[in-house]
Structure formats: C-alpha cells, structure tokens
Antibody, heavy 115, light 108 residues
Framework: QVQLQESGPGLVKPSETLSLTCTVSGGSITSYYWSWIRQPPGKGLEWIAY???????NYNPSLRSRVTISVDTSQKQFSLQLRSVTAADTAVYYC?????????WGQGTLVTVSS | SSELTQDPAVSVALGQTVRITCQGDSLGSYYASWYQQRPGQAPILVIYHKHNRPSGIPDRFSGSSSGNTASLTITGAQAEDEADYYCNSRDSSGNYVLFGGGTKLTVL
C-alpha cells in the first residue's frame, strides 16, 4: 500500500511562494501519476495538478499560471510550488496518487497565508 | 461542461438506503469515482470506475451511472457513514480533473 506524507511550512506570507513536498513510500514512484489537491476551510476539494515520473504534467487551468509541480524519482518525492499567494490560497493541501482516481492520500497539511 | 454538480446535503434514517448523485455533461463519456471524507480526515476512495469498490470498503456502498448522472448508493446506512461525499471525474474535453462540490450525508 502506497503511503504519502506532505511536508512544508504551515504559514506563508501574502505574495510569497508556497512550497510543499510529498514523500512516497511503500510503492514505486513509476506506478502512478502524482497529484496535489487542496481544500479551503469548510469548502470542497480542488484538484491542482498531477505529474508522471517521466515529468509529464497537467495543471488546473484556473491555477496554471501560478503553479509548478515537479518530481524527484531518486528521492521518491514530488513537490508543489504556488506563487503569489493570497488569503484565498489558505487550505489543507493533500498529495495523492492518481490513475483515473485518487486511491492513496496523504493526511494533508494546513497552509495558512497571512502576514 | 466543466462542472460536476452534487446536492449540498442529504439525510437518511439509520439502516435505510440513500442515493447521492453527481451530474455533469462529462459523465456521459468518463467514469466517476467517489470519496468519503469524515471530519478532520483525508478523503478515502469508496467507488472507482463507476461501480468498483476498493478492498476494505463495505459492500453496502455501490456505484452506478446513467447518462450524465453518476450515483453512490449506501444500502443500510450506518452511523459511521455520516460524512462528506465527493464525486470525481474528468471535464468534457477529458483534459482536466474535476471534483463535485460535495454532499454532506447525515444519518438520523
């Protein structure tokens, strides 16, 4: 069973860049696409992006201009960068494995955007 | 269409059957998956590829689809089924991933 663990700062200042990393264990990083999903407090899920181990990517059009997803197969990690954040980017950020559905999820990490 | 539409809230009496629906133009072409999210927890996959259950998911959970509507049915709802449920699929172009807005299920 694949396990995922998010890591990164829990507080980011407005206009700065949010950076998160997800570490994959218990499975091969070549077996899935790897994705980021977020959930603002009290709201629903929003898909952000996914990446394949080869580096092929796909982004939510509404976030594409501010987001970069990357993968480091040697470390079994993939990462998210979200630039120029505002309070609207405050959310729990989840990493997940994806192959037509999200079958393994990390526990999520709350990122608050505030000065 | 670039949306998946769910009813915001549904309730069911303990032990009864409830259907949660998800509507979207893309569902005529792409399978839906369903996720259960209990308060303070990460979502878990309960139905994939329209009607398949991952191991460990009780068989009271079932999925179906007709036209542009996907459905999650819980037959004999239990107290522990009280949660938010989200559908997930692709947009009409097939290029992007979508989530429905979620349905809050209350078990009375």
């Amino acid at each position: 069973q694949v396990q995922l663990q998010e890591s990164g700062p829990g507080l980011v200042k407005p206009s700065e860049t949010l950076s998160l990393t997800c570490t994959v264990s218990g499975g091969s990083i070549t077996s899935y696409y790897w994705s980021w999903i977020r959930q603002p407090p009290g709201k629903g899920l929003e898909w952000i992006a996914y990446i394949y181990y080869s580096g092929s990517t796909n982004y939510n059009p509404s976030l594409r201009s501010r987001v970069t997803i990357s993968v480091d197969t040697s470390q079994k990690q993939f990462s998210l960068q979200l630039r120029s954040v505002t309070a609207a980017d405050t959310a729990v950020y989840y990493c997940a494995s994806y192959w037509n559905d999200f079958d393994n999820w990390g526990q999520g990490t709350l990122v608050t955007v505030s000065s | 269409s670039s949306e998946l539409t769910q009813d915001p809230a549904v309730s069911v009496a303990l032990g009864q059957t409830v259907r949660i629906t998800c509507q979207g133009d893309s569902l005529g072409s792409y399978y839906a998956s369903w996720y259960q999210q209990r308060p303070g927890q990460a979502p878990i996959l309960v139905i994939y590829h329209k009607h398949n259950r991952p191991s460990g998911i009780p068989d009271r959970f079932s999925g179906s689809s007709s036209g542009n509507t996907a459905s999650l049915t819980i037959t004999g709802a239990q107290a522990e089924d009280e949660a938010d449920y989200y559908c997930n699929s692709r947009d009409s172009s097939g290029n992007y991933v979508l989530f429905g807005g979620g349905t809050k299920l209350t078990v009375l």
